[in-house]
């Protein structure tokens, strides 16, 4: 390019469309909104960035995942992104059954293991894990001993 053009046409060359200096002139070429085969007026999302915390860890892992994938999947990519990053504290158990996603930390109701992502209508969530009932077993023998343990212990007037 030679010294006598202006910059303008300098910085349009190097971008391969030639362009005037006037700014009135110049074409904008519009983008088209509604790629083919998709109804007028509706984007489909084909990609979620989510945010999902994991129990004790300081940050949330960042997942990339179809729309409609499920809660189920994504558990099991949270904990796989969480293992490969080698993120600390190390995680007791990487079995994504034996996990449950919230909302937040503050969410007591676990969220359906079937549900499609795109249905939740959030992108951060908190996974844990799921609560362990320990239950002993109780024989009719040492139950009946209790109940007259405690019949004995009223005072009598």
Known sequence: MSSST???????????????????SMKIRKLEI??????????KLTKLLLNVTIERS???VQVITS?????????KSALEIYVKEKRRPLLI?????????????????????AEKLISLGS????????PTVIVKPVSCF??????EANKSSYFVD
Do not use: W
């Open 67 to 75: 729309s409609e994938k499920s809660v189920e999947e994504l558990i």
């Open 6 to 24: 202006s910059p303008t046409r300098q910085l349009a060359a190097v971008g391969g469309r030639e362009t005037t200096s006037d700014h009135r």
């Open 58 to 60: 300081l940050r949330p």
């Open 34 to 43: 509604n790629p083919k085969g998709m109804d007028d007026g509706q984007k």
């Open 142 to 147: 040492n139950e009946a001993n209790r109940k």
């Open 123 to 130: 992108r951060n969530f908190f996974l844990c894990l799921k």
């Open 93 to 113: 158990e990487t079995n994504p059954n034996s996990f449950e996603l919230h909302y937040s930390q503050f969410c007591l109701e676990s969220l359906n293991p």
